[in-house]
């Protein structure tokens, strides 16, 4: 791959339809930004409305022609995915890109309107649920990729299959490294059974390095953990990379040629800085029973069932 690939190797995306999950802030937000500029119409798939029509104005006043739509998608909720499912499809014919970004970051316990734990629900069940409700339309659309954005939390995270809601033990970090390892089984697990059923989708996954944004802002607000508000200014300066460097792994994936399925990009210097390289992912990613008891939990916990042979 190019050792320094950027924003500016990407295709010409005209005539491709793009879902961005919780594009109005952060990542979402700025690969949303690039890939309109690239001529993709975009549909930034928000929770909140209001929010995701100020930034899509943000976006059309420095470009003007940007093919720019905004839907509600709560990933709190099923019914909402469902919804979201359902309205996009009648709008749309074709899904060129799936970019699974919303997420949540160590907050303390809740759950969703489904009883899930919140992290495990919105960051991986949420997804899970959309791309198996709009699968059929994406392998109908000739070389799409599903896009599932992870964190270097994954590298130390572990599935708890005995508490998956952590409702005997919860860690808000523990919670949050096992929903971004779902991430990856995810996306690993995935692009094993396209290919089995002889689809040309591209499944993979990325994470930014340490970028520091929202996620830590909304942790901290919730958490009320002052002393991590301190770590976070402490490590920007010296950890930390500019939005517009920690985005290019996920649209490395997204819309790079030479991208491949059942990988995982980040950045190329010790998980923090640089441009988009393939990582090496928590070993669990590469166990047979691991991907396929999330898999199957998933399929239960959400009641969404995919058409797809088992690998």
């Known amino acids: 791959m190019n050792v320094k690939w950027s924003q500016y190797d990407i295709p010409?995306?005209?005539?491709?339809?793009?879902?961005?999950t919780g594009a109005n802030s952060g990542l979402g937000f700025e690969s949303s930004r690039v890939i309109a500029s690239r001529g993709a119409t975009v549909v930034m798939a928000c929770r909140n409305l209001e929010r995701a029509n100020r930034a899509k104005a943000e976006l059309l006043r420095t470009q003007p022609g940007a093919l720019?739509?905004?839907?509600?998608?709560?990933?709190?909720?099923?019914?909402?995915?469902?919804?979201?499912s359902d309205s996009f499809r009648n709008k749309y014919d074709r899904l060129d890109i799936l970019a699974?970004?919303?997420?949540?970051m160590a907050i303390p316990y809740s759950e969703t309107i489904d009883g899930f734990e919140t992290q495990i629900g919105v960051n991986h069940l949420a997804h899970f649920a959309l791309t198996g409700l709009l699968l059929d339309l994406i392998t109908r659309t000739p070389k799409a990729r599903i896009h599932n954005v992870t964190s270097s939390a994954s590298f130390t995270g572990k599935i708890n299959f005995a508490d998956l809601m952590g409702k005997q033990?919860?860690?808000?970090?523990?919670?949050?490294?096992?929903?971004k390892l779902a991430n990856v089984l995810f996306t690993f697990e995935l692009q094993k059974r396209l290919r089995a059923a002889g689809h040309d989708t591209l499944a993979n996954t990325s994470h930014p390095g340490l970028v520091i944004g929202n996620l830590q802002a909304n942790s901290v607000a919730q958490s009320g953990t002052k002393l991590e508000a301190v770590g976070y200014r402490l490590l920007q300066p010296l950890l930390a990379q500019d939005i517009t460097m920690g985005v290019?792994?996920?649209?490395?994936?997204?819309?790079?040629?030479?991208a491949l399925g059942g990988v995982l990009y980040g950045p190329r210097w010790f998980n923090f800085h640089g441009y988009p390289?393939?990582?090496?992912?928590?070993?669990?990613?590469?166990?047979?029973?691991?991907?396929t008891t999330l898999w199957q939990l998933s399929e239960q916990l959400t009641g969404v069932t995919y058409d797809l042979p088992a690998s």
């Not at 010409?12 to 961005?20: F, N, R």
């Not at 390289?277 to 991907?291: F, G, Q, T, V």
């Open 248 to 258: 290019l792994p996920m649209l490395y994936g997204m819309t790079a040629k030479e």
């Open 169 to 179: 033990r919860y860690g808000r970090w523990t919670a949050y490294g096992q929903s």
């Open 12 to 20: 010409d995306l005209t005539s491709k339809v793009a879902v961005v």
């Open 277 to 291: 390289s393939e990582k090496r992912a928590n070993k669990a990613a590469y166990d047979p029973l691991a991907l």
């Open 68 to 84: 720019l739509d905004t839907m509600e998608l709560d990933n709190a909720s099923l019914d909402s995915v469902h919804a979201f």
């Open 100 to 104: 699974n970004n919303a997420g949540v």
